[in-house]
């Protein structure tokens, strides 16, 4: 009996030896509780750095908001329809199809991430927290104003065109799941993004601080929410101090080419890191998009090539040191419509990294300041502004300078054109200031049934719908829908 | 010494019982089956007393009686015997198995039980129903085997998962599977390791079981049958019992099979000649010059410059007589390079595909003697897909062991050791990479491997997408590696005849190692050459202890049971990747130029305690209750713990008196229960609000809140009903059943869409139901009964209606079943839980081939630019409104299987159904493409039914250039019958003679051919319509036709 007896107790004890009351908590190896994540300030430091890095992801600076601005702007063209993103070129949005709402969604999500970190902080400096927040906050608050400035002009009419039209929600700290946040003008939405520049400039640290955002940053930020809100003066002091506090170096015409082979240059005022093991998207990466089909490797399928309008803007002066990152495309041996800015060089040299589709993201530099600085002046003083512009213009040697008399808004939108090809700006600059834009769409001989060869902001289109599925979870959305859709 | 001891106590035991019923003497024996082989189990009864015993799983027993006394000897699925009591102290018994199929006994929860005591409902497949099935996994051979259970496979590539559902969709976000259960211990199922991420291939890791091991599956369907297994049972449970040796000299069987699949089970939107295609596209680019409003003539130009340009580089140039749009084209080899091409086209299908041969060769040893029982086993097998780089291969070896310690104490031990290596290619609409859907739809026959100028191979891509895969099959590799090793250990107390303590302690290791590599040449080794290993190391530790108990009284038993399980699993990632890669013979990590790492964890535990409590009166009424409890970590801390119980019970009609003396009824019984069980989220941490550090930058980690979670989320809980009549007539002839169910399942998980403002695009919340309900059909007989011939059928039937009855606020959701959004469908309060959603196309305009649809405006059913049929129209599907246009479930399922012997000749035939419901043809806006994408084959069918001046009746739309995107849109245009009929499994077996093969020393020699596949009918023709879980067909790799031959030879 005793056999039995102890084989039973043998057995309870299997039975019962797991029984301990931790057991039936299991906690994540590779994510902590969100409530419990911000303590410190390196906690905070942690959070900032995944600002940055959701700012890298392809629905936003790493691919999708280049090529939005770009394929838009008139200076990309497309030479066969279907091979990706052809939609933001054709401008085949609704909201059930082709809404492009990764742009709402991604941009949201980082607004999040920014919202909660600045809350977080505030809640320990209340607490009474002897850190330094100044910096990371400041970053925070300059991150957020950028990307309601980003969203903001995706979704809403220009404010210079219709700035009591619907902006886009403007929240400030984590919402609760069950949310259903309505819009906001775009008026207070510009008000919320000064306010938050503003408040983070005297936080902010002046030294350059590569691959985050410092105080220079954020001047850019304001010199460019001020042009866009038509504030001039106060565009031109935010980019001359920039200008003036000699941080920053323009590239010389000898330097130009090679700049884009560098990291961190001296013109870089906010440039997002995108390294191998982290934000490079391979075959699906800008670098990828903009080079000529088949180089290197055969999923480069030529998404994207420069129009034959920003080409002959650039030949202006066959000399111009910018050709230097073009090369031949796949229309003809002379067709100089790939881009490589996103390649390190032509021959896909990259920027130092081991892969040529890891380069980063030139998301602010300098030659902009001077040409945000040259629009701005130009309706106070059009010397000064072709002062400005000049810096930039001679980079084409054999163009003449420009002149009080002869400088133009449209020659320093040109020479944005040329210099800040792909890099983000010129559907935004072209809606701003309410010039039509043209498609060299007989390029390829491709046809488009959903939008016409010629349009102006007065085209519905040119900013996004919002998105069924943001409507069928927040239907009160859908009243607000911009015009058309 | 401990056998000396145990004699002792035995002895003593003895001797005890000798003090205490002096007046009798102690009876020993075995009792044995016809065969001779021992039968555990047997209840032996002293007539007129409550006194018995059961025998022991030697099929021995020892039992104290008087001289005189009779002994009734009871056993299901045998007749009972009584036997009078004489002089000899040793009576053994053989007994004769009955005819009923309501005595076999079947593996349930935690027990087994008869069809006749059961009060659940449960389908019982024998291994001798899917023997010789050349399928990696037992799961593929289940379908048509049992009603209510629907098998399907999302892809033909062998080595790919299988999804099982039974009785309905329960769940919208959490498993529709069920759970396996093997050898009574819950184990994981579905996809092992990493690559699905990567390449879209599955791993099955059911194929580590060999399916020779399977001696029987229980299919658990009402919550009877499953609520012992709680929180997870919802979806029903699986239950394989794995061999075990019978008693007598070992017996040693050895199998051996080889077979070939030469060709798809159907045709597969075999493309038009490459003429015809030629001339489809001409048509699309002189329609795109005609339509600017060019001439004829510089259409037609335009047209051969195109085609010229993109066909000159493959040796072709092209010529037509006339400039109209519907010229014939002369396609002319160029003379300028090594060869001309004129009238030879590449034949892709044969550069892909092969005659795929899978082989297989088990030996078992099994056998048992008093105190011991041993089977085990070994194979291999070796399967190959039809695509040259799909194939699986394994190698198992199994022992179950049980060894009788003593008198009361039995020990088993089953140990599974397996190893499986897949290799698959990608199964989704990868266009570069998915080589079915480019023999299909990129590969013209005017596209060669080599250079005509050059004879080098052909490296860019043909077109924009798809590339040259004869050349890069050389340049990737990619395998899954899956090493399981499983031993599950039992400890048996007898404490008394009738009470016994169980426990079980398995231990369960499945690591799978993915391999992923492409060179530098490859199109995505990113110009460098890369290299991923992944290594998935999951751990599963149960142990389950029950005490068990069952006892006569007079008439009455009354059964108990009582246990308490624990569960605990883990799972260890490591993943190393390189790129940079130095040498094309280097295919690792540790040669990169550059490397990456990632490890980490994650789990999950459980904790419940179960019973369950049995009655029966006079077998005839039969009464049931379980209860189990169980505690998951997956759930927060308030709501982690549930409760899942069950009530049944089963009346056995034809034992009634008013019955007894109706011949023709054998068997007549009626069962119902009710209960409650449930299903866990899918997510380990689905509750917790997370914050996630994978967001690194700058060689920096980056913190980002990952989701916004509900802390009181909770299992889905489903509640069934099921009422089942079996019957059994002219000695059980003619049987079968018919069971009607419901299935309510509630609180359903849903991923309840939330405004991305928040950040986040969804939150999982406990909203929503589902109501499955329906009939389910079996019905089977002896058509021929004689001595040489017998020839018996079954047919089982399942209708199910499967409805979304609530969701969150009422609000529809809109899903896709798979990242290729193959089909759209929506979840809508009271519509079909499988309901496809799009534009509904109403066909091509005769007059001028132009789709049309109906707007389904649903303020004024006549807006539209024209009416059709009293209904507003209109050709821009822009105008339309989607709506729901048709159902992915069938009216009726299962299968009709049958068998005909003749002396050792026999004739199986499995078929199996589907009749109603709709498929979603996924595919077709690739292969039936109106002109969008200008570099697509078209179809054989869809060339042959394009709407042309001269074929206005064609049922597809004009061909246009101008960019129609009406192919592409989610429409009624895709929308097929899914009705079919299949010929599964033909089976020709051969029993050689005995008098031929005693002499040479064999117990049985059996040859048989077995083939699958072999036959399909169905309306819809353009491809397969045997379809997945979703009722969609996209561009996953099709079932193959298989011949099989094997040998088995037993000694």
């Known amino acids: 009996m005793n056999t039995i007896k102890s084989f039973i107790i043998i057995i309870l004890c299997l039975g019962l030896s797991s029984c301990d009351d931790d057991f039936l908590d299991v906690t994540p190896s590779n994510s902590g509780d969100a409530s419990t994540s911000i303590q410190t300030l390196a906690d905070a430091k942690v959070m900032l750095t995944g600002i940055m890095s959701n700012m890298t992801s392809s629905s936003y600076y790493g691919r999708n908001f280049m090529l939005y601005a770009e394929a838009k702007g008139g200076d990309l063209t497309t030479f066969s329809m279907g091979r990706g993103l052809d939609g933001l070129y054709s401008f085949n949005h609704s909201p059930t199809s082709g809404s492009y709402s990764s742009f709402w969604n991604s941009i949201f999500n980082s607004i999040l991430q920014a919202n909660n970190l600045i809350v977080n902080i505030e809640k320990l400096e209340d607490a009474g927290s002897e850190a330094d927040f100044d910096d990371v906050k400041g970053q925070a608050l300059t991150a957020r104003a950028l990307m309601y400035f980003d969203l903001v002009r995706i979704y809403g009419k220009p404010y210079s065109y219709d700035k009591e039209s619907y902006g886009v929600p403007n929240i400030l700290e984590p919402l609760d799941a069950l949310a259903q946040p309505l819009r906001a003008t775009v008026a207070e939405n510009y008000n919320q993004i000064i306010s938050d520049l503003k408040e983070a400039q005297p936080l902010l640290s002046k030294g350059k601080t590569n691959g985050y955002l410092n105080y220079y940053a954020n001047l850019a930020m304001q010199a460019r929410v001020y042009l866009n809100m038509e504030q001039y003066p106060a565009a031109l002091v935010a980019a001359q101090e920039i200008i003036d506090s000699g941080v920053y170096s323009l590239y010389s015409n000898n330097e130009w080419v090679d700049s884009w082979t560098g990291q961190f240059g001296s013109e870089s005022i906010f440039e997002l890191a995108i390294l191998p093991s982290e934000a490079d998207l391979g075959n699906s990466s800008l670098s990828v998009y903009l080079r000529r089909a088949g180089h290197e490797s055969s999923s480069a399928i030529g998404q994207f090539i420069a129009s034959d309008y920003y080409l002959n803007r650039l030949g202006e002066d066959p000399n111009d040191v910018r050709w230097g990152i073009l090369s031949y495309d796949e229309v003809s041996e002379t067709h100089m419509g790939a881009s490589y800015k996103y390649s390190g060089d032509i021959n896909l040299g990259g920027d130092g990294k081991s892969t040529p589709t890891s380069v980063n993201i030139k998301v602010i530099r300098l030659s902009e300041i001077y040409l945000m600085a040259a629009e701005a002046a130009f309706h106070s003083d059009k010397g000064l502004a072709a002062t400005y512009l000049n810096e930039i213009r001679k980079r084409a040697p054999d163009l003449a300078p420009a002149t009080a008399g002869t400088i133009s808004i449209d020659m320093i939108l040109d020479e944005k054109s040329k210099e800040l090809f792909t890099e983000g700006q010129r559907f935004f600059d072209l809606l701003r200031l309410d010039k039509e834009i043209t498609f060299n769409d007989d390029l390829g001989g491709v046809p488009i049934s959903t939008r016409a060869k010629t349009i102006d902001r007065s085209f519905y289109k040119t900013i996004l719908p919002i998105s069924q599925e943001e409507i069928n979870a927040n239907p009160e959305i859908g009243n607000q829908q911009n015009p058309e859709y | ?1051």
């Open chain 2, 1 to 1051: 010494m401990k056998v000396k001891l145990t004699g002792f106590l035995t002895l003593l035991m003895l001797f005890l019982a000798q003090l205490s019923f002096a007046q009798g003497k102690v009876v020993t024996g075995t009792v044995t089956d016809d065969k001779q082989l021992p039968l555990p189990g047997v209840n032996i009864l002293v007539q007129g007393t409550s006194r018995g015993v059961v025998t022991d799983f030697d099929g021995k027993y020892s039992l104290e009686v008087a001289e005189g006394q009779t002994l009734q000897f009871t056993s299901v699925g045998f007749e009972d015997q009584l036997i009078k009591v004489g002089a000899s102290n040793r009576i053994d018994v053989s007994l004769r198995e009955s005819a009923t199929a309501l005595d076999e006994v079947f593996v349930v929860a935690y027990g087994t039980a008869t069809k006749e005591s059961y009060t659940g409902s449960a389908s019982v497949v024998k291994s001798s129903d899917i023997k010789d099935v050349p399928t990696a996994s037992f799961q593929d051979a289940l379908a048509g085997k049992a009603a209510g259970v629907n098998v399907t496979k999302g892809s033909g590539q062998v080595g790919s998962s299988t999804s099982i559902q039974i009785r309905g969709i329960g769940s919208m976000n959490a498993s529709t599977q069920p759970l396996y259960v093997i050898d009574g211990v819950p184990v994981s199922s579905g996809n092992s390791g990493q690559l699905s991420d990567q390449i879209v291939v599955t791993n099955n890791i059911m194929n580590t079981l060999n399916p020779s091991d399977i001696e029987s599956i229980s299919i658990l369907k009402d919550a009877a049958a499953s609520s012992l297994y709680g929180s997870r049972a919802a979806n029903g449970v699986v239950m394989i019992t794995t061999k075990r040796g019978k008693k007598g000299e070992p017996r040693i069987t050895i199998k051996s099979s080889t077979g070939f699949s030469p060709s798809w089970a159907t045709d597969n939107y075999e493309p038009a000649s490459t003429q015809e295609n030629v001339d489809y596209l001409y048509r699309v680019f002189h329609d795109y010059n005609t339509s600017s409003g060019k001439s004829e003539a510089v259409a037609n130009a335009d047209a051969l410059r195109r085609l010229n340009v993109k066909f000159n580089k493959h040796g072709y140039y092209f010529e037509t007589n006339g400039t109209g749009v519907g010229e014939s084209l002369m396609i002319k080899g160029m003379t300028d390079g090594l060869v001309n091409r004129e009238g030879q086209y590449y034949d892709w299908e044969d550069a892909y595909f092969r005659t795929a041969v899978n082989q297989s060769q088990d030996i078992s040893v099994s056998g048992a003697s008093e105190k011991t029982n041993y089977y085990s086993s070994f194979s291999y097998s070796k399967d190959e897909g039809r695509v040259k780089i799909n194939g699986n291969e394994r190698i198992s070896g199994r022992v179950n062991l049980e060894q009788k310690i003593g008198k009361y104490i039995e020990f088993s031990a089953k140990v599974n050791v397996a190893q499986t290596e897949l290799t698959g290619f990608n199964d989704s609409r990868n266009l570069s990479s998915n080589y079915y859907e480019q023999t299909r739809n990129l590969l013209w026959g005017l596209y060669h491997p080599t250079n005509y100028k050059t004879g080098e191979p052909w490296t860019a891509r043909y077109g924009s997408l798809a590339q040259n895969n004869v050349y890069y099959d050389n340049e990737w590799e990619n395998s899954s590696t899956t090493l399981r090793v499983s031993a599950i250990e039992g400890l048996k107390v007898n404490i008394l005849p009738e009470l016994n303590v169980q426990t079980l302690f398995s231990y369960d290791n499945i690591e799978t190692k993915d391999h992923l590599y492409y060179s530098r040449l490859h199109y995505n080794g990113q110009g460098l050459g890369t290299v991923d290993e992944m290594s998935t190391n999951s751990r599963r530790i149960v142990s389950s202890t029950t005490l068990n108990y069952s006892k006569d009284f007079g008439s009455h038993n009354l059964g108990f049971l009582a246990g308490y399980e624990v569960e605990k699993n883990q799972t260890d990632y490591i993943r190393a990747s390189g790129k940079d890669l130095p040498s094309s013979n280097l295919h690792t990590v540790a040669t990169a130029g550059d490397t990456d790492a990632s490890a980490y964890y994650w789990g999950n535990n459980m904790m419940s305690i179960l019973s369950r409590l049995e009655y029966s009166f006079d077998k005839r009424y039969y009464i049931s209750g379980s209860f189990r409890r169980d505690g998951s970590s997956k759930l927060g801390p308030d709501s982690r713990w549930g409760n899942f119980w069950s009530v049944g019970a089963s009346w056995n009609i034809s034992k009634e008196a008013f019955l007894e003396n109706v011949d023709a009824i054998s068997n007549l019984s009626l069962r119902a229960s009710y209960g409650v069980n449930g299903t866990l989220p899918p997510s380990n941490f689905g509750w917790r609000s997370l914050t996630g550090y994978s967001a690194k930058y700058m060689e920096t980690a980056g913190g980002v809140l990952s989701n916004v979670a509900d802390e009181s989320l909770s299992w889905e809980t489903n509640y069934s009903t099921d009422v089942a009549l079996e019957f059994g007539l002219f000695k059980n002839r003619l049987y079968g059943t018919i069971e009607y169910f419901t299935r309510d399942s509630k609180d359903l998980l849903q991923s309840v869409p939330i405004s991305r403002v928040t950040g986040f695009s969804s939150t999982l919340k406990n909203i929503g139901s589902i109501r499955n309900k329906g009939l389910e059909l079996s019905l089977g007989g002896d058509i021929i009964r004689a001595n040489d011939i017998t020839w018996s059928a079954s047919v089982n039937a399942s209708f199910v209606d499967s409805k979304v009855l609530e969701l969150s606020e009422g609000a529809d959701i809109i899903w896709v079943n798979d990242s290729d959004a193959t089909a759209q469908y929506i979840y809508r309060e009271g519509e079909s839980t499988l309901a496809f959603y799009g534009y509904e196309y109403a066909g091509v305009d005769p007059e001028n081939g132009m789709s049309r649809y109906y707007v389904n405006d649903s303020e004024n059913p006549q807006a539209g630019d024209f009416l059709l049929n009293g209904r507003g129209a209109t050709y821009d599907y822009n105008d339309a409104n989607y709506t729901i246009i048709g159902d992915g479930i069938p009216d009726v399922y299962g299968g009709l299987n049958t068998e005909f012997k003749y002396k050792g000749v026999s004739l199986g035939l499995d078929f199996i159904y589907k009749i109603g419901g709709k498929l979603y043809d996924g595919a077709e806006k690739d292969v039936s493409d109106d002109g969008y994408y200008w570099e697509r084959i078209r179809s054989q069918y869809a060339y042959d039914d394009m709407w042309t001046e001269q074929n206005p009746n064609g049922s597809l739309p004009k061909v246009r250039g101008t960019d129609l995107t009406d192919a592409i849109q989610k429409s009624g245009r895709h929308i097929y019958d899914a009705s079919f009929l299949r010929l599964k499994n033909i089976r020709l077996n051969y029993d050689l003679p005995a008098s031929l093969i005693k002499p040479i020393g064999f117990d049985n020699i059996r040859l048989y051919v077995i083939g699958t596949n072999l036959l399909t009918f169905s309306k819809y023709t353009n491809a397969d319509p045997e379809v997945g879980r979703y009722a969609a067909r996209g561009w996953e790799t099709p079932f193959m036709k298989n011949y099989t031959f094997g040998i088995e030879l037993s000694l």
